[in-house]
C-alpha cells in the first residue's frame, strides 16, 4: 500500500528567495491598491456583497457544486429550485455565512484550529451526503483521487490521523509567526493545510477561506475582503497539480510563485471590480432620486446593492418603508426607468421579483 505523506518542516522549505521577489513584490503592489480601494469605501460590506457572493460561488464551484449566482440570490429572493439544485445552493449559502462569521471574528481573536472547526461547522450545517462530520477533524486515514478510487490509486494520500493533529499544531505555531514575508506565508498556509486535508470533506473551502482572514490579521488588508477562488476555478488543473508537486516533489517554490500570481490577478480584478460597484453606486443615486423622487431613493438604492435579486416584501424590509404603496409606487417607478426588470409578478402570497442587471452584471463578470 503507498504510504501517508508526511508534511515537510515549513520553516527549512529551501525557498530562492531572490526568484520569488519579483512575485511578492507585484503581488504586494497590486494588494496595496486594492487596499487602497477599500479603505475609500464607506459601506464595504453592502457595496462588495456582489465580490463575497460570488466568492462562495466560485469556490464551491472547485468543489463541484453546480449552482450559480444568479440562482443563489434567484433562490433567496424566494424563486423556487428542485432539491438538488436547492441542496447546492444551501452549501454556497452556508459558505458565505462561514466567510462572514469568520471576517466578523478575526475583528476580536487571531486564526486558531478552534476558528477553522467552528467554520467548518458552519459550511457542513445540514448538507446532505455521508461522511461530513461538520467542525470534526478526521479520524480515518483519507485520499485525494478520481472519484471512486482505492487508496492504492490514490493521487496523494494526507498524513495518518494519528501524526496530522501534530501537523496542526505546528501548522498553528507558523500562522502566529512573523514570517519574513506575509504572501509567501500565506501561500504555504494555504498548501500546508490543503496537504494535512484535516477534515473529510470540505478542505479546499476552508483552506480558500483562511485567505482574506489572514491578510486581514497581519495587517496587509483593513478589510478581510479579498479572494482568490476565481483564479483557482480557471487554473483549476495547475491548481491541483501545482499542490501535488509540494509533497511529490517537495516542489514549494513553484507553488508559491503560482500562489503569487494569482494574488497579483486577482488583487487586480478585485480592485476593478469594487471600483466599478463604487461608481455604479455613484452614478445611481442621482438616478434613483430623479426617478423615485422619493426621500427613500437612497434606501432604495442600498437595498438593490445588498440584494440585486429581491422580492418587494425584502424591499420593504431593507428600506424601511412601512406603507406597501409607497414601496410599490418606487420599485414601479424604478422599473418603469428602466432600472429594476421584474422577474416574476406577484401573485397571492408570493411578492413579485426584481433584479437590478446594472449590478448583477458586473458582480458575475471578472
Ligand atoms: N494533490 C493535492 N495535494 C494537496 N491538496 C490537494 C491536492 N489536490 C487537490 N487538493 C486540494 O483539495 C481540495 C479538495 O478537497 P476537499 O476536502 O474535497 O475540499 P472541498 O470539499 O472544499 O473541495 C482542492 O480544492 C484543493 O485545494
Ligand atoms: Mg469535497
Not at 464595504?44 to 460570488?54: A, H, K, W
Not at 475582503?225 to 487554473?235: G, I, P, V
Not at 452614478?283 to 442600498?302: H, I, N
Not at 406603507?323 to 416574476?344: D, F, N, V, Y
Request: hydrophobic fraction near 40%; include cysteine; aromatic fraction near 10%.
Amino acid at each position: 500500500m503507498p504510504l501517508p505523506c508526511i508534511p515537510d518542516n515549513l520553516n527549512n522549505l529551501n525557498l530562492d528567495w531572490q526568484k520569488l521577489a519579483p512575485f511578492t513584490s507585484k503581488a504586494m503592489h497590486e494588494l496595496g491598491r486594492y487596499d487602497g480601494t477599500l479603505r475609500g469605501i464607506v459601506n464595504p460590506g453592502v457595496l462588495l456583497s456582489p465580490i463575497t457572493n460570488r466568492e462562495a460561488v466560485l469556490s464551491s464551484q472547485i468543489e463541484g457544486t453546480q449552482a450559480t449566482l444568479l440562482e443563489v440570490l434567484n433562490h433567496e429572493a424566494g424563486q423556487e429550485y428542485d432539491e438538488l439544485k436547492r441542496n447546492e445552493i444551501h452549501e454556497i449559502i452556508n459558505y458565505r455565512h462561514a466567510l462572514l462569521t469568520g471576517e466578523e471574528y478575526l475583528k476580536e481573536r487571531p486564526i486558531t484550529l478552534q476558528l477553522i472547526r467552528q467554520l467548518h461547522a458552519m459550511l457542513m450545517q445540514d448538507v446532505r451526503g455521508g461522511d461530513k462530520t461538520p467542525g470534526k477533524f478526521r479520524e480515518d486515514q483519507n485520499w485525494i483521487g478520481k472519484k471512486g478510487s482505492t487508496i492504492e490509486q490514490a493521487r496523494f494520500i494526507p498524513p495518518n490521523p494519528v501524526v496530522m493533529q501534530e501537523y496542526l499544531t505546528k501548522l498553528q505555531t507558523f500562522i502566529d509567526e512573523d514570517y519574513f514575508d506575509p504572501l509567501v506565508q500565506l501561500a504555504i498556509i494555504h498548501a500546508q493545510f490543503e496537504v494535512i486535508h484535516p477534515f473529510n470533506d470540505g478542505n479546499g473551502r476552508l483552506g480558500r477561506m483562511l485567505v482574506p482572514l489572514f491578510l486581514f490579521q497581519k495587517g496587509v488588508l483593513q478589510r478581510p475582503m479579498f479572494y482568490l477562488s476565481e483564479y483557482f476555478e480557471e487554473t483549476d488543473q495547475i491548481y491541483r497539480d501545482k499542490l501535488l508537486a509540494v509533497t511529490a516533489a517537495k516542489d514549494w517554490q513553484g507553488w508559491i510563485e503560482f500562489f503569487l500570481r494569482a494574488i497579483q490577478i486577482q488583487a487586480e480584478r478585485n480592485n476593478n471590480k469594487a471600483k466599478s460597484i463604487l461608481g455604479l453606486y455613484e452614478s445611481k443615486k442621482s438616478v434613483f432620486r430623479d426617478l423615485t423622487k422619493s426621500k427613500f431613493s437612497q434606501a432604495a438604492l442600498d437595498a438593490l446593492f445588498k440584494k440585486p435579486i429581491l422580492n418587494s416584501t425584502d424591499f420593504q424590509k431593507l428600506t424601511g418603508i412601512d406603507s406597501r404603496p409607497t414601496a410599490t409606487a418606487i420599485l414601479k417607478a424604478l422599473q418603469q426607468g428602466g432600472e429594476i426588470r421584474l422577474l416574476r409578478a406577484g401573485a397571492g402570497r408570493s411578492p413579485g421579483i426584481f433584479a437590478f442587471p446594472a449590478l448583477l452584471e458586473i458582480a458575475d463578470g471578472k
